[in-house]
């Protein structure tokens, strides 16, 4: 594990921080993406759909699959921030694949479908789990990511104290690991779709 977040902050811009200083920032960048990821599901589907609906997988609110992304378009392109047409691009493709095997992960672990876009005129796969209008709202919230949030979020920590980084790290970390734990043992359902 300690190898894989080595790895990471060496190809990120957290490369001259220590090891626990790089776990939380990539923890908080996780946290941040899972978060808006959350709000967003929500949102979308009051908005387009018309009704309030939870959506997830985790109990809290938050959504782990947002978070993942976060890291994986983090770790992939902001070193292309300066070339935004190829980042587009690169994250519309980034999210479609992630968008399609979380899709199938799950139906295969849970035999339920969390998400699907048969309506929609331009699906790329039989599921349903991945339409032109995901992928391209999807590289949109990746150009936020990596060209707003990521550069307020990353300097905010780097100011912030340490003592208290490490105890909102320790407080939001717990709170996950419970959750995740709670989430085993008595699955949620309430953001499945029929179909």
Known sequence: MRRFFESLAARSSLSGKS????????????????VIG????????????????????????????????????????HRLVRIPPLVFLLSGLTTGLLEYGS???????????????????VVFDRYGFVSLRSVLIFAVGAML??????????????KAKPKTRHIL??????IFLCDAVLTLLIPNTLGQVAG
Do not use: C, Q
Request: hydrophobic letters at 55%.
């Open 19 to 34: 090891f626990l200083d790089a776990v939380e920032s990539l923890f908080f960048l996780f946290f941040t993406g899972a």
């Open 38 to 77: 959350f709000v967003y599901e929500v949102l979308y589907t009051r908005l387009i759909h018309g009704y309030w609906a939870y959506r997830g997988t985790f109990w809290g609110p938050y959504l782990p699959l947002y978070g993942v992304g976060a890291l994986l378009l983090y770790a992939l392109f």
């Open 103 to 121: 899709g199938r992960v799950l139906l295969l672990m849970t035999g339920k479908k969390y998400w699907n876009y048969s309506r929609y005129s």
């Open 145 to 158: 990511l990596l060209y707003a949030i990521v550069p307020l979020l990353l300097p905010a920590l780097e």
């Open 169 to 174: 790290f320790g407080i939001l970390a717990a």
